[in-house]
């Protein structure tokens, strides 16, 4: 059984020591810390299912998701290791979810992943007001937005935001991802939908320049 497998494995049991101990184990290299978080862990985030009827199935579900954020927790000096030595530009990237989106875990991996690269992403909490979102862009001047969707109800308030910060923002670089993004790009054409996080570092790089 690789670590991989073994991770998936004490995901399924439920079991919070073994999933923490092999998520700690890939924390020995960068590369190895990267394919974790790209694949483990975002792979597991994409795989969440909130939406059945089920009520026992979506307590497995919300338990499955703790689990997620405990192991991304034990990840954090170590990425904050990596994030020092590959540290990139001071300007900051903000990572967040449009109001209604109380689901995470998604953003927090992508926060995760940016840092473990060198920029300084900062993720705001889930569920963010689009006028809050606003005054935080207007007071950082951040060199990206990065927002995460993970239900398509959040859409539409996505949409919303988006359109707020165009306004007085229409050179900022705005990135999304998440399954309902990746049903519905022609229906954001004023973003970067974006379905790889190599393709998200490109991008931000280019406004670092």
């Known amino acids: ?30 590369a190895r810390l990267e394919a974790f978080l790209r694949v483990g862990m975002a792979d597991s985030a994409a795989n969440l299912d909130y939406s059945g009827s089920d009520d026992s199935a979506i307590w497995r579900e919300h338990c499955r998701s703790e689990l997620l954020n405990v192991v991304l927790a034990n990840l954090r000096l170590s990425i904050e290791a990596y994030y020092v030595k590959n540290k990139k530009g001071a300007a ?3 990572v967040t979810t449009p109001a209604g989106e109380k689901h995470d875990l998604g953003a927090k991996v992508t926060t995760a992943l940016l840092r473990l690269k060198g920029f300084n992403a900062r993720f705001t909490g889930a ?51 998440g399954a309902p993004i990746a049903q519905n790009a022609q229906a954001f054409k004023e973003v970067e939908a974006v379905f790889d996080h190599e393709v998200l570092y490109e991008l931000i790089r280019g406004e670092l320049r």
Do not use: C
């Open 127 to 177: 569920d963010l007001p689009a006028k809050a979102l606003l005054s935080l862009v207007d007071s950082v001047n951040p060199a990206a937005v990065v927002f995460s969707v993970a239900h398509h109800v959040n859409l539409v308030a996505l949409k919303d935001t988006v359109s707020l910060l165009r306004k007085s923002h229409p050179q900022l670089l705005i990135a999304v991802g």
């Open 92 to 94: 900051p990237v903000v």
């Open 1 to 30: 059984m690789t670590q991989l497998e073994a991770f998936y494995s004490s995901l399924d049991e439920k079991d919070f020591v073994s999933s923490i101990r092999t998520g700690l184990w890939f924390t020995e290299t960068e």
